[in-house]
Nanobody
Framework: QVKLVESGGGMVRTGGSLSLSCAAS????????MGWFRQAPGKEREFVAG????????VYGRSVSGRFVANRDIAKNTITLHMFSLKPEDTAVYLC????????????????WGQGTQVTVSS
């Protein structure tokens, strides 16, 4: 009954910016962890950013560090991803995830996943 819905995807030119949002609804029992992953055709799912309830401090994947900013509103059960200096290699479906894992930020730490929103960066 938990549902995560992403929004804000679209097309942007290289060097541009784009902001994504994710809203959780249903039985959201105070997720310890919310985050973002992305997956491009032919590539593995990649960790983008994650934020723990206990710290509300984002952790970023290596490939996006310094260019993306994630923020979480714990009361609203939302998480955003502000992307800057976008590159063609950022093109992917961006997925929102939430869960209760306490051992890192990998995929296994998340129990719920959204359907994703497409981000396309043109060259």
């Amino acid at each position: 009954q938990v549902k995560l819905v992403e929004s804000g995807g679209g097309m942007v030119r290289t060097g541009g910016s784009l902001s994504l949002s994710c809203a959780a609804s249903g039985q959201t029992f105070g997720f310890e962890l919310m985050g973002w992953f992305r997956q491009a055709p032919g590539k593995e799912r990649e960790f983008v950013a994650g934020i723990r309830r206990s710290s509300n401090n984002p952790v970023y994947g290596r490939s996006v560090s310094g260019r993306f900013v994630a923020n979480r509103d714990i009361a609203k059960n939302t998480i955003t991803l502000h992307m800057f200096s976008l590159k063609p290699e950022d093109t992917a479906v961006y997925l929102c995830a939430a869960g209760y894992g306490t051992d890192g930020y990998g995929e296994s730490q998340y129990a719920y996943w959204g359907q994703g929103t497409q981000v396309t960066v043109s060259s």
